[in-house]
């Protein structure tokens, strides 16, 4: 089956501490992107990829960093300088066609992050 | 820069009756439009899309939206709710201009349709 994984579910993060999230898709897309999401205010874009090894920021990127070092892979890292980063978390991924301006993005289950 | 309005933030409907979201988008240029659903704590499961051609689009799970571009308008109907509708739906605009050549989406804040039996 083909589709787009994060994992976990629901993390916990304390005080100080980095937290990873991740991102998998077998769907052979090229871009990908991170969403955050709060109650009552859409979603909102922390970084994206276009391609492998390369990767921009969003509008909320601070206190943020990724990583795409395989075209499978967008990991999303919370740094301890994000100081709210309670929220829930969306990666999506989307085909890119030649000559073709339009793209669709699908979306994946989500994480939960929560701060102890 | 492109916004998006979901004037309704939660509507109630009874279950076999029908439904109308309304979107509202703001872009200078043609809009690629979507409609996404989200139950909770999951992600967002696309709906429907309109890049051209006819404005009248069908999606998945008898949904269905119109692009009027002289109402900015790309409002989302069902013709009979069934309760496994009742989620959050939100509507977004997309428009090149990502560094690299991607589609930055700008979304509504969504709205939560509650499906009284």
């Known amino acids: 089956d083909g589709g787009i994984t994060q994992s976990p579910k629901y993390l916990f993060r304390k005080e100080g501490q980095n937290v990873t999230l ?16 709060d109650p009552g205010q859409g979603l909102r874009l922390i970084y994206y990829s276009q391609i492998v090894n390369d990767f921009q920021k969003g509008d909320i990127a601070e206190g943020y960093s990724v990583s795409r070092e395989k075209k499978e892979s967008f990991p999303l890292t919370v740094t301890s300088a994000q100081k709210n980063p309670t929220a829930f978390y969306l990666c999506a991924s989307a085909v890119k066609l030649q000559f073709v301006a339009q793209e669709t993005q699908y979306f994946g289950p989500g994480t939960r992050l929560l701060v102890l | ?39 909770p704590g999951q992600g967002l499961q696309l709906l429907l899309k309109y890049f051209s051609g006819d404005t009248l689009v069908q999606g998945i799970k008898g949904f269905e939206a119109e692009f009027k571009r002289s109402q900015s308008s790309f409002n989302l109907r069902k013709p009979s709710v069934h309760w496994s509708d009742a989620a959050e739906y939100f509507c977004a605009v997309g428009a090149r201009g990502l560094t690299g050549g991607g589609n930055k989406l700008t979304f509504g804040t969504g709205t939560q349709l509650k499906v009284e039996l």
């Open chain 2, 1 to 39: 820069a492109q916004s998006v309005t979901q004037p309704d933030i939660h509507i109630t409907v009874s279950e076999g009756a029908s439904l109308e979201l309304r979107c509202n988008y703001s872009y200078g240029a043609t809009p690629y439009l979507f409609w996404y659903v989200q139950s």
């Open chain 1, 22 to 37: 991740s991102c998998e898709q077998n769907l052979n897309h090229d871009a990908m992107y991170w969403y955050r999401q």
